[in-house]
């Protein structure tokens, strides 16, 4: 069982930067595979990061590549996800997840557990 808790959203113009955090109880953060998806309003949740486990490999969604960065903390059971370079298009409550498995990461169904969301908006 893992309770995430994400953090850290909030409103910024476009071409700036904010830092979300989701933090983890009840399973060590070392041992999980993460993820981080957004889902704008009247759109389905989308993947935008992932970091593995195993050789801390990550994912990115091409719409985030070389603006976002996923990072974790395992001392802290933190993961964060660093957003730069913001456009309005990035507007969306953001969602972190973890899953047992490494594999599947940009797929929704392989996460078992979600945090509640945190929003993101961006203004033009």
């Known amino acids: 069982q893992a309770q995430l808790v994400e953090s850290g959203g909030g409103l910024v113009q476009a071409g700036g930067s904010l830092r979300l955090s989701c933090a983890a109880s009840g399973r060590t953060c070392s041992m999980l595979n993460w993820g981080w998806f957004r889902q704008a309003p009247g759109k389905e949740r989308e993947f935008v990061a992932a970091?593995?486990?195993?050789?801390?490999?990550?994912y990115n969604a091409d719409s985030v590549k070389g603006r976002f960065t996923i990072s974790r903390d395992d001392a802290k059971n933190t993961v964060y996800l660093q957003m730069d370079s913001l456009k309005p298009e990035d507007t969306a409550v953001y969602y972190c997840?973890?899953?047992?498995?490494?594999?599947?990461?940009?797929?929704?169904?392989?996460?078992?557990?979600w945090g509640q969301g945190t929003q993101v908006t961006v203004s033009s």
């Open positions: 997840a973890v899953a047992s498995t490494g594999s599947g990461l940009r797929e929704r169904a392989t996460y078992r557990f």
């Open positions: 970091l593995s486990w195993s050789g801390g490999t990550t």
